[in-house]
């Protein structure tokens, strides 16, 4: 999947018109952080690291994004309650959310 498409994605399912840009560049930047992570923490111990995101993980760094950007301003929170509502997260942030769904590559010494 393309950068382009990993975009538009993250833009439907958060309901950013696709003609509205004016979110493109902190998606991206989110983009590129969970890419990273993915990358970092699958490939932890390996000598050989592709350069882009399997194909099996795309969609975990879409819903990575997806976590990160509707989280964003309550980092590091697991719950919170104001005015009679109460909010639990699954995951604290971006990095724990990949953490809990990409498998590292095992490595022998």
Do not use: C
């Not at 833009?11 to 560049?25: G, P, Q, Y």
């Amino acid at each position: 999947m393309t950068a382009a498409a990993k975009l538009a994605m993250v833009k439907t399912l958060l309901r950013v018109d696709s003609a509205d840009t004016s979110e493109d560049a902190l998606i991206t930047s989110y983009l590129d952080m969970a890419a990273q992570e993915i990358l970092s923490w699958r490939y932890s111990n390996a000598r050989n690291v592709p350069a882009a995101v399997p194909a099996e993980y795309e969609m975990t760094q879409v819903q990575a994004v997806i976590n990160g950007y509707t989280q964003s301003g309550v980092e590091g929170q697991l719950s919170s309650s104001e005015n009679g509502i109460v909010r639990q997260f699954q995951y604290s942030d971006m990095i724990s959310y990949i953490r809990a769904h990409v498998i590292p590559v095992a490595g022998t010494v």
